[in-house]
């Protein structure tokens, strides 16, 4: 007998709007005639692997827990960081198959990022080969905005958002006083700069901040940096800094200075990109200076989400979940652009996507390396606009969790 | 001739709220028949002395100003850390009151921490002492909350609220992984635990997180802390901690392990005291460990400021401006609190709060010193409630600037 239920699973690092996607994915679900019982995998691919299942459906018909599924940040399902061995002979793939049938998946939809969608493509090559009968669809999520072919990366836009927001209100507190300044704001992104070119954003204009934008995309080179800083005629300079800055050579910034340094405790000191800015500016420009890392809540700052991000992330799953019980398989949804903002979702073979890495490209990356075009911010602007109505209980957005 | 003008300053560190509180003054000042212009001074004290003005009322004539003032953070005036001698007999003094003179000033409104109430207790003694007919009001500021007399500071509820969402949400970012994990958030306070102890109002139903909570107000003991994370049942534990937290001795834990440590380009190696715990973690208990500082967003994150906070904040500097038009000086503005959560406000003479600094009170501290008591709840609670409408711009709060 073949299945008509499905398992849904989240991996990879956790967004703002992961649990939106998954929403849509359910509602999705709950909708067509073609799916009956709906799981989500805990803990992704080990949890499929463990038979460790939520029945999705009995807690997701009530609107009320849909609507506070959206605004709870990170993978309301867990996540792991799991990958599939590369030969389709190892026994895993029998295992996860087997479960499949035991429990009646005709359908499987895995939300992620690039190692997750490297998970769908493995899948459904073996279920191809094999001849089994399992639908297999990826849905994109990713703050780093990195996947290939889709215009932009449902999380991406609310990371985006909470990052300009926050560069802007870091921007009015460094002004404060009256003397020279410098503050490094250090952003997430280790190969894209997706994440440090939306601190432009946060310009306006009352306030040029921040001056200064560096991307790993470009070659990271000190002494340019001293000499940025100085031609800022700013007295308090504001530099964006992604974490995964390198050098010419491609060495990580964070890791020249600190390696093999330890604490009194013998503790190994391990220093972020913005702290060893900092202890360089100290040192050769003498003036105040102050290094702040965003850190984990640029990706989980649900209260200060990207509706249009969220959005579009309960449309790309819901449209996830339709494509799986109408037939694709070996696809992941992606979004496509036309005119000045119209967002269409599509599905592409997963093969042109799994493994694919998109860097910031060169025309929203200013001419000399640091600062970031007017095209980026076309292109980004509408990715952040809107706010949600949050569920908020005594003073506080309210979240769901299993 | 009297003048019948006024100067307003804004002094210390910047808050979510303190221009909401320069707005209630401003606002104070164009309703009374008694003031006439309104100066705002730049950068405080130093402003005055520089005589650096701006005149108020024009701006602020307009409600749509006033409104972005109240959503803006950090002070639109500018700060100061600038402390009068204490001796009356230097010539600093003499020149405060010539330029007070010169701009035909009958009111001098200072909004500050404790500090700055420092300098109001000065110039009213001096002015009193000297004949000068001025009155000088304080109207309090700090997200740190440790002023004397007063029930709460104006800038903390919207600190403790921005804390509050964020550990929450870090807690569920924490959670995502299917393993044992230790994530201590730093939180600001050198000598008092406000801020932190507001990390417990992060905790809801569907999580306990955070588990651990540690405040200056308890000598920090390294391994009764690596006993606490122990003995916590979650498998992803949660800590929130001051950055002041010191050992028996008095030692700064954040002091007392990078003392002296240089990285490999020669600079001092400086560690925040969740960085510290960080490598005490790591090795000690080798599990995955993460240290996350709030840093400054968390006295700048209006994008999420408590609309209590931000009203009572322009309450009260209506209140320091009626206060001054009606005779008062020497005083310091202050909530006071009747039964369930009906805040009045009063004046209260300046040398009662001065340099005096409030500390969390043992009843609000459990007994073994690694959380925090519902009896602090209760008092924290409604400091925290409501979110204010925000002019936004493509996506993002306008701020207005100078």
Redesign the interface.
Known sequence: MKGNNMIIGQSGG?TAAINATLRGVIEGALKSEKVDKVYGA??GM?GVLKENFTLLSDTFEQEENRRLLSQ????YL????FKLPDSPEDGVYVKIFDIFKKYGIAYFIYIGGNDSMDTVYKLSEYAKAHGHDINIVGVPKTIDNDLAVTDHCPGYGSAA?YI???V???A??S????LKSVTIIEIMGRNAGWLTAAAV??R?G??NAPHLIYLPERAFCVERFLTDIKNVPAGNVVVAVSEGIRDKDGAYICE????????????????GTG??LE??V??RLSCKVRS??????Q??????A?ETDLNEAVMIGRGGAEAAAGGKTGVMMYFAREGEYNISIGTKCISEIANVEKSVPGEYISENGNDITGEFVNYA?PL????PA?I?K????????L
Chains 1, 2 share one sequence.
């Open positions: 956790p805990i803990n080990e709870t940040p990170s993978a867990g996540s792991c960081r958002k300009a927001a926050t802007r209100e870091i009015r507190d002004a404060v006083y009256d954003m946060a306006s009352a306030d020249s200075a600190a390696s093999g340094v330890r604490d009194a405790f013998g503790h190994k000191m391990l220093s702290k060893v202890g360089i100290r040192d702040i890392e965003i850190n984990t809540p990706r989980c700052a649900a209260h200060f990207s602007s952040i606009l809107g706010e949050l908020i005594d003073g506080l957005p309210v979240h769901i969790a």
